[in-house]
């Protein structure tokens, strides 16, 4: 496959009818933890699965076309990818990051600060004087996730990446939540690539994985030899579902969003909802920018309800089609409450700051047909002051 394929193309052949021996036009997996070495003091194009596998490799291969970067490293989560970021840096090194950052990013981030790996410092990012103010302690690396979860808000990453050269940061953009079906960020300048392949990548929530894409060879190779220090790779089955899921991500990722368009429309217009945040929806603060650097406007969204905890809790309770779970990206559609799930772990004071409310609702949208999530919405909604009024008939 040549290096100017179409990313729509990449996805879905990638690989495809490259095995020799019994030309299997689905690359097979390999699960051998070994390999035999051809000779004395030679070694084959792979020694041990820790350090490199084939699976591995073609998985990460075709990521990096994706994303148009040098390489990629596949690791076991999403998790583990941003570690393996932030493990180039040093204990005075300082990592900008969003106050709003994704709440296990925040937990990773609190927790190898206490132990003095490196400074951070939590800002705004849309927040012009704050990051000016920031980047002039000379950051080592920042760190975007745009649209940030679960509030939606979008940063514009050619203009932090600009900032950030000023000062000679490298930039990291998380792109879990678009995947490089709908947003490119080597190509707007930034040097490295973070996915929870958990998500839309692998589309079918039924692995936990991760990568890193870089933009420079000489960091690929550096995160490569950093993850098999820790023991940090994927797995090779992982792996195989991850590409397997990727031969349709475009098709799925394309139906999603439409999907999501169609809910974010049906939810502003509802008088119990106060707010919906929605790339898409020409009010969202970031729609201009989304609209400059995606390439689509995602199927992820948030709606804050009218009331809080108890309106949010028999709102989740109520859903029959959509459900009740944590994570993203699958062919089916979730239902979460960022404050009790995704978020529970961050302060009162953080999660108050980053602007999740307790009546703030998470939508992850999935395949199905979109009058009919629109109607289990629907009805959940008209569900929320069901127990009062059978309380005051009672
Ligand atoms: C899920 C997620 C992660 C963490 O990924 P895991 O695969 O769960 O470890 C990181 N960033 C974002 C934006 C996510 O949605």
Known sequence: MSESMNPRTVAAANGIAAEDTFGAVTPPICLSSTFT??????????????????????LADTLAKLEGGAGAVVVSSGMAAIDLVLSQLSSDDIVIVPHDCYGGTHRLLLNRRDRGHFKVRFVDQNDK?????????????????????????????????????TVGAKVAVDNTFLSPALQRPIALGADFVIHSTTKYLNGHSDIVGGAVIAADSADVEALETWANIVGTTGAPFDSFLALRGIRTLFPR?????RNAQAVAEFLLSHPLVAACHYPGLPSHPGHAVAKAQQSGFGAMLSFELKGGEVEAGRFVEAVRLFCFAESLGGTESLVAHPATMTHAGMSDEARKAAGITSGLIRLSIGLEDAADLIADLDQALAAIDRPVRSQASA
Request: charge should be positive; proline fraction near 9%.
């Open 37 to 58: 070495w051809p000779g004395f003091g030679r070694k084959g194009p792979h020694d041990y699965t820790r350090t490199s596998n084939p699976t591995r490799t073609l």
């Open 253 to 257: 990722v394309e139906c999603q969003q």
């Open 129 to 165: 004087a704050a990051l000016a103010s920031a980047l002039k302690e000379k950051p080592k690396l920042i760190l975007i996730e745009t649209p940030s979860n679960p509030l939606m808000r979008i940063v514009d990453i050619r203009a932090i990446v600009a900032q950030a050269r």
